[in-house]
């Protein structure tokens, strides 16, 4: 039996985390949170594993690139799986913010299609077989 694929989403907007938890969730196993410092306490208690953060990057409080530096002093392995999502791509203070990052960096509005298949590539989980062939 297949691996299901875990995917934490980190979005200060409610219905932008929970649109992005209800898209993915009938292929992935999704959680989502509005709480930068609970996505924080999840990610570096070593009790849970995710194999994909979609993580806003202008968030209150903890944004995005101080989450990824907390978590990659603790857990580096897990900060390379963050893929930073923003309404912001080309705002000059979001791209400073982003210097030095090597980690995926995707624009709002999403291509869910497209992030499917980058969720996919990311965890080699094949789409489900949509045909009766095989």
Request: hydrophobic content about 50%.
């Given at each position: 039996?297949?691996?299901?694929?875990?995917?934490?989403?980190?979005?200060?907007?409610?219905?932008?985390?929970?649109?992005?938890?209800?898209?993915?969730?009938?292929?992935?196993?999704?959680?989502?949170?509005?709480?930068?410092?609970?996505?924080?306490?999840?990610l570096?208690?070593?009790?849970?594993?995710?194999?994909?953060?979609?993580?806003?990057?202008?968030?209150?409080?903890?944004?995005?690139?101080?989450?990824?530096?907390?978590?990659?002093?603790?857990?580096?392995?897990?900060?390379?799986?963050?893929?930073?999502?923003?309404?912001?791509i080309?705002?000059?203070?979001?791209?400073?913010?982003?210097?030095?990052?090597?980690?995926?960096?995707?624009?709002?509005?999403?291509?869910?299609?497209?992030?499917?298949?980058?969720?996919?590539?990311?965890?080699?989980?094949?789409?489900?077989?949509?045909?009766?062939?095989?």
């Amino acid at each position: 039996m297949r691996r299901i694929a875990r995917v934490l989403i980190v979005d200060d907007e409610l219905l932008v985390a929970e649109s992005l938890r209800r898209v993915l969730a009938d292929e992935f196993e999704v959680t989502a949170t509005t709480e930068p410092a609970v996505a924080l306490a999840r990610l570096t208690s070593g009790d849970e594993w995710y194999d994909v953060i979609l993580c806003d990057v202008m968030m209150p409080g903890i944004d995005g690139v101080e989450l990824h530096a907390r978590v990659s002093r603790v857990a580096p392995d897990i900060a390379a799986r963050f893929i930073f999502v923003t309404g912001g791509i080309l705002l000059p203070h979001v791209q400073t913010r982003l210097e030095g990052i090597s980690n995926l960096v995707l624009a709002k509005p999403f291509d869910f299609a497209g992030l499917r298949e980058l969720i996919r590539r990311r965890t080699s989980v094949r789409a489900p077989m949509s045909s009766d062939a095989g």
